[in-house]
């Protein structure tokens, strides 16, 4: 599957999402917070006794603190290296580095580049398997035009979470259209993404594998 066709994490829910200061600092952070969604780990803006920090959540219910020095400041080109912690609300006694490019830090040379802080986070959560495992949706979908030049679009089966129960869904409605007299004058995509291409007295369908998302295992 392409990357680009995975969705990320969710957004938080919770009050703060309408405080213009969490506002002001999740367009801020941006693109860490994007890239940790990307993992995918569901991260937040937490603003604590006027401290400033992302979090991340992770699957055993610890989560990653990332900061800087000290709190996270309101411009983030004033960030002064990345210290990213693991801990635990319940479990004191989870409590592990994660990453520290502050001055003094393992891995200083890398100062604030978002790069470097997102490949250790991927290693270090892929490792302990801290991530949510992710399970592909497909759909057995259908578009074309009609003779009048009407469009055609409906969803004839899923979403599913299982490739070969789609794929034996496919099949049954493309046999039903090559029953109903309709010709098959392209076909792609294997078992993996079928399509295919049907005529009818000028009426033109596709037939095919739809991605439409995924969900955690």
């Known amino acids: 599957m392409s990357t680009h066709l995975a969705q990320m994490a969710p957004m938080p829910v919770h009050g703060n999402t309408d ?5 002001k600092l999740w367009n801020a952070y941006e693109p860490v917070i994007t890239a940790l969604r990307r993992i995918p780990l569901v991260a937040d803006v937490e603003i604590s006794g ?5 979090t991340a959540q ?9 900061s800087s020095v000290e709190e996270l400041p309101l411009d983030p080109t004033e960030v002064e290296g990345w210290h990213v912690r693991r801990a635990h609300e319940d479990n004191p006694t989870v409590d592990e ?5 502050t001055v003094d830090g393992e891995h200083s040379q890398n100062g604030n580049n978002v790069v470097p802080l997102i490949q250790a986070v991927t290693a270090f959560v ?3 398997g801290l991530a949510p495992k992710l399970i592909d949706l497909m759909s057995v979908q259908l578009d074309g035009v009609t003779k009048a030049h009407r469009r ?6 899923g979403p599913f979470d299982d490739r070969n129960a789609a794929v034996k869904e496919y099949g049954y409605a493309t046999h039903e259209l090559m029953e109903r007299g309709w010709r098959c004058i392209h076909e792609q995509g ?11 007295n000028g009426e033109i369908v596709t037939v095919y594998l739809a991605h439409v998302g995924q969900v955690s295992a």
């Open 19 to 23: 405080d213009p200061l969490w506002r």
């Open 50 to 54: 006027g401290m400033f920090g992302i």
């Open 58 to 66: 992770l699957t055993d219910g610890s989560h990653l603190w990332i």
């Open 97 to 101: 580095l994660v990453y520290d490019s």
């Open 126 to 128: 892929a490792e302990r």
């Open 152 to 157: 055609i679009s409906k969803l004839i089966q």
């Open 190 to 200: 294997g078992t993996n993404w079928p399509l295919t291409i049907w005529e009818l």
